[in-house]
């Protein structure tokens, strides 16, 4: 079993859609969670970390479930911008352990 | 004003050539990664340094060899090549091994035929 997993997508929404990413891990001592954003044959840039509280930056919003080692992002009114891969990643120790991303793709 | 330049950005090579990838960050950074990312997108570690030290070795090949000859930059030399070194390699910074925000490079697309 993967250590973060997620639905790799294609998530097809036009713009000003509301969508969900979620992911889940296994293991237990992980100790944060991040979202990266990748654009097709680019490198991974970080969008936003994940606090148990749940946050938010302008219309994205990240939350975490420990108990059920899950994480999600939300993204409001959606813009043709955001199309890109959402990689859900984790902390262990000194790593950083990376889903296989969800794409998403906005259309006009 | 490159923070994270890998080189070069295209390598294409025949199986069993000797190659090498170059890194370097001008972020002052203290800690330096290497990804593979493969033909199904997945992004795994392969190695890190923190000031010329390394510090996660991952389950990779001896022919796959880093070095670190200062905090800035990190190298990668890959002996013998094999088909399944096809990848994306990805170098990373960090201001230190304990900060999650890491810096990637733009990525060298590695073909081996």
């Known amino acids: 079993r993967k250590e973060v997993e997620q639905d790799p997508g294609p998530f097809n929404v036009p713009e000003g859609a509301t969508v969900a990413f979620n992911c889940t891990y296994s293991n237990s001592a992980s100790q944060s969670f991040f979202w990266y954003r990748q654009d097709c044959r680019k490198e991974p840039k970080l969008l936003m970390s994940?606090?148990?509280s749940g946050n938010e930056d302008g219309r994205f919003t990240a939350q975490l479930n420990r108990a059920s080692q899950y994480i999600s992002l939300l993204i409001r009114d959606s813009k043709l911008s955001d199309s890109a891969t959402y990689l859900c990643?984790?902390?262990?120790?000194?790593?950083?352990?990376f889903g296989t991303g969800t794409r998403l793709q906005v259309f006009p | 004003d490159t923070a994270v330049s890998q080189t070069p950005k295209y390598l294409v090579t025949q199986m069993g050539n000797d190659k090498s990838i170059k890194c370097e960050q001008n972020l002052g950074h203290d800690t330096m990664y290497w990804y593979k990312q493969d033909s199904k997108k997945f992004l795994k570690i392969m190695f890190s340094y923190n000031n010329k030290e390394l510090i996660i070795n991952e389950t990779v090949p001896n022919r796959f060899s880093p070095k670190s000859p200062d905090k800035a930059h990190l190298n990668l030399h890959i002996n013998s090549l094999e088909l399944g070194d096809s990848a994306v390699y990805f170098c990373a910074s960090s201001q230190d091994r304990d900060r999650y925000e890491q810096y990637f490079g733009p990525g060298t697309r590695l073909t081996v035929t």
């Open positions: 990643v984790v902390r262990k120790t000194d790593k950083l352990i």
């Open positions: 994940v606090y148990s």
